[in-house]
């Protein structure tokens, strides 16, 4: 890596900097590893341009922040961005971003998977091409599983069988209840696996007073109940109020961990944490995964989607060679460095025939499953609201009912959006 | 008694003014010398580059932010701009949110600041009294203050976190003490208190530090017990100091924010005013309902400043060597 940042450099001095023409293009990534890709483009475009990066913090809502107020106010140093999909939509509105034409659209979207390909588009125009996407699985400890009777890998499972499973074996549900975008996470996985949406279909592209919300309804009472019933259970990890990703990993590694849904990551995690002796050797053997689970039982569930798009600024200056360095770090074969390296999954199928990267990720077939399958999180220019009273609405996960919590959300939604109330 | 060590002119001046006490105003103001005149000047000369500088850094960003409160304003809808009067003010002050975080940013400012003197004010005399070690003890206590608030947040919070925090099995409880309003609000006012006690008892320790000795002994020869003394001499005498302290505090914990963000991102019900402003300006890029919650944040931190002064019948700028 440290000579391929040398060679980028020795190329900018050979191409001579601005006057001779090279573009320097800024790209703004959201995870330090990107910064092997940008060697790798700048390797590959011979001068054609000069790929520099610069780190977003590391979580989404910050990143948000930064970007959107940097293209606010116009910031022609903006030329590439990773964009987490939920937000494409509001910086796409606001026309902070570059949309493709028909027929970038139509090349970038070649061999990628459903998931990230639906939520790269706002009102069908491509405004980040899919770089890599991701998707909860369901992991769970062969032997618990084992003594419940309940075999995941089989046949996909309901939310109620791993409960019952998890109450008879005394066993933990790992789930991440933080107020934070995992909570969203969760929710909108939960709506849409029992078939309903958070904003009602025709809301992409209305005016934020007409966005009707679609939450009271019997999916919005069954994500209730199935909050609810885990969290006043004692299947409840300790602290799920406040539990995100790293949590639940933590309570499923302990003694009575018995399910969880979480990322792929989790998997090198769990052997890191071999290495470092806070599991015990041979952990994973007694591990396993299969799809996120269903909410109505026969009924394929909605897996959770994830992952990173790139965008094009509005007000980059250099145009031309922006869109090719998005072509570079979008290709299958810098989506497979990535994830090997970062451990982030490719958005494009392809990938998923490689061997090395079935050799790193035993799991890839139900990562590209879930990428197939996945449900995008509501797709609106006021996505941001949207989540921060879904946030609201479902949390604290042990005092949701059933009855009450959907209507308030939505009424709750509705009013925010209109105005009428605050955040 | 004042809290700055006052400058040679100062005295004279402080001289000059004792002798004018019992005269009336318009009197002093037709005496003034060239002197006074001269010196006055002098004082505008000194001071007016740095005057300018706070205007354009201070009142230009208050005007714009009272401009801007006035506008239906979303950063990322800019066509959609409209001016609505006084429109985001109703919808904040007819808004349940904005009490309900009126009401904990209260409670966390009453709680803090009084624990914070009481603490503030033994520490203060610990160190004034201190006979050995002087220095250590003074260091020792001053040593949460130098602690950046963000540092010291995360610092607790990992303490109290249910799954790797030691003061769950220290008391031996399973308490989730982010999962509920009061146990956050607990942790939060802890982390507040254990922070900015120092200050409190430095500013305190100011205060005491002018107390004549002569007063305490001729309260001790005319037979005063200690509480007495404590009551009758060192309170009295270092009422500015109290002021002073109580107010910065005061002010400091109204606008309370980092501890919040830090430990439950304003979940369960703990966000503060701050927040509030927070999550309207930068989180929704509501940049107009942002800017009133700011311009209604920033009267009711006057309205306080204004309360004290008052109610402690103490002017600042009277204030005089004793």
């Given at each position: 890596m440290g000579a391929l940042g040398v060679a980028a450099t020795v190329v900018a001095a050979c191409g001579g900097g601005e006057t001779?023409?090279?573009?320097?293009?800024?790209?703004?990534?959201?995870?330090?590893?990107?910064?092997?890709?940008?060697?790798?483009?700048?390797?590959?475009?011979?001068?054609?341009?000069v790929l520099k990066t610069s780190l977003l913090p590391n979580s989404a809502a910050p990143q948000r922040e930064q970007l959107l107020r940097r293209l606010a106010a116009g910031d022609t140093t903006v030329d590439l961005l990773s964009l987490d999909p939920p937000f494409m939509a509001e910086f796409a509105n606001a026309g902070f971003l570059r949309p493709f034409t028909a027929e970038e659209q139509e090349e970038l979207s070649q061999g990628v998977l459903e998931g990230p390909l639906e939520q790269s588009l706002y009102e069908d125009t491509m405004f980040s091409a899919p770089f890599y996407g991701n998707t909860q699985l369901l992991w769970y400890k062969k032997s618990v599983a084992e003594e419940a009777g309940l075999d995941p890998a089989a046949a996909p499972v309901t939310w109620d069988q791993v409960i019952e499973a998890a109450e008879q074996t005394g066993t933990t549900v790992g789930v991440q209840g933080r107020r934070n975008e995992s909570l969203m996470v969760w929710v909108n996985a939960l709506v849409s696996s029992a078939g309903g949406s958070i904003l009602a279909e025709d809301s992409q592209g209305a005016a934020a007073e007409d966005v009707e919300s679609a939450l009271d309804s019997e999916a919005g009472a069954e994500a209730a109940r199935i909050m609810s019933t885990i969290a006043n259970s004692d299947i409840a990890p300790a602290g799920l109020s406040t539990a995100g990703e790293e949590e639940s990993r933590a309570?499923?590694?302990?003694?009575?961990?018995?399910?969880?849904?979480?990322?792929?990551?989790?998997?090198?995690?769990?052997?890191?944490?071999?290495?470092?002796g806070a599991v015990e050797e041979g952990f994973r053997d007694d591990i396993a995964w299969a799809r996120y689970p269903q909410v109505v039982e026969g009924e394929a569930s909605a897996t959770p989607l994830g992952g990173i798009g790139v965008s094009i600024g509005a007000y980059t200056e250099h145009e031309e060679a922006a869109l090719e360095a998005v072509r570079c770090v979008r290709s299958p074969e810098r989506q497979k460095q990535n994830m090997l390296t970062a451990g982030e999954p490719a958005a494009s199928a392809e990938v998923y025939d490689d061997p090395e990267v079935q050799e790193a990720f035993p799991m890839y077939e139900a990562i590209r499953e879930g990428l197939t399958d996945a449900a995008p999180r509501p797709i609106s220019p006021y996505y941001g609201d949207v989540t921060g009273v879904v946030q609201q609405g479902y949390h604290p996960p042990d005092a949701l009912d059933e009855q009450t919590t959907p209507a308030r959300t939505a009424d709750f939604l509705e009013a925010v959006l209109d105005g009428s109330r605050m955040l | 008694m004042s809290t700055t060590v006052p400058a040679a002119a100062g005295e004279v001046r402080a001289e000059a003014d004792r002798q004018d006490a019992p005269a009336a105003a318009p009197a002093r103001r037709q005496r003034m010398t060239d002197r006074a005149r001269k010196e006055r000047n002098l004082g505008w000369l000194l001071a007016g580059p740095a005057f300018v500088v706070m205007l354009s850094v201070t009142a230009y960003p208050i005007a714009n932010a009272v401009w801007?409160?006035?506008?239906?304003?979303?950063?990322?809808?800019?066509?959609?701009?409209?001016?609505?009067?006084?429109?985001?003010?109703?919808?904040?002050?007819?808004?349940?949110?904005?009490?309900?975080?009126?009401?904990?940013?209260?409670?966390?400012?009453?709680?803090?600041?009084?624990?914070?003197?009481?603490?503030?004010?033994?520490?203060?005399?610990?160190?004034?009294?201190?006979?050995?070690?002087?220095k250590s003890v003074r260091t020792a206590i001053l040593v949460p203050y130098g602690i950046i608030t963000v540092v010291s947040a995360y610092a607790w919070q990992y303490a109290f976190t249910p799954a790797y925090g030691f003061v769950n099995p220290l008391f031996g409880s399973d308490l989730d003490w982010f999962g509920e309003t009061v146990p956050s609000l607990v942790v939060i006012c802890l982390s507040e208190i254990w922070k900015t006690t120092p200050f409190m008892s430095l500013l305190l320790l100011a205060g005491l530090a002018q107390i004549p000795s002569t007063y305490i002994e001729a309260a001790k020869v005319d037979g005063a017990t200690a509480?007495?003394?404590?009551?009758?001499?060192?309170?009295?005498?270092?009422?500015?100091?109290?002021?002073?302290?109580?107010?910065?505090?005061?002010?400091?914990?109204?606008?309370?924010f980092d501890n919040v963000f830090v430990m439950t991102q304003g979940a369960n019900g703990t966000e503060t005013l701050s927040f509030l402003a927070y999550r309207q300006t930068i989180t929704r890029v509501m940049i107009g309902l942002g800017s009133a919650v700011s311009v209604i944040l920033a009267v009711l931190v006057v309205l306080i400043a204004f309360l004290f002064i008052k109610g402690f019948k103490v002017n600042l700028a009277e204030q005089r060597g004793a």
């Open positions: 001779s023409g090279a573009p320097e293009l800024t790209w703004y990534i959201n995870n330090a590893v990107q910064v092997e890709i940008a060697d790798a483009c700048n390797e590959e475009a011979e001068g054609a341009y309570a499923f590694q302990a003694d009575d961990g018995g399910f969880m849904v979480n990322w792929p990551y989790v998997w090198t995690a769990f052997e890191a944490a071999e290495a470092a | 801007y409160s006035l506008f239906d304003f979303r950063l990322t809808d800019p066509d959609g701009r409209s001016f609505v009067g006084l429109g985001n003010y109703a919808t904040i002050l007819s808004d349940v949110l904005f009490w309900r975080q009126f009401g904990v940013t209260a409670a966390i400012t009453v709680v803090t600041v009084a624990v914070e003197f009481v603490l503030g004010f033994a520490l203060a005399l610990v160190m004034h009294r201190a006979l050995f070690l002087r509480w007495q003394r404590f009551r009758k001499v060192v309170v009295p005498n270092m009422k500015g100091a109290i002021m002073v302290a109580l107010l910065f505090r005061t002010l400091d914990a109204f606008r309370i």
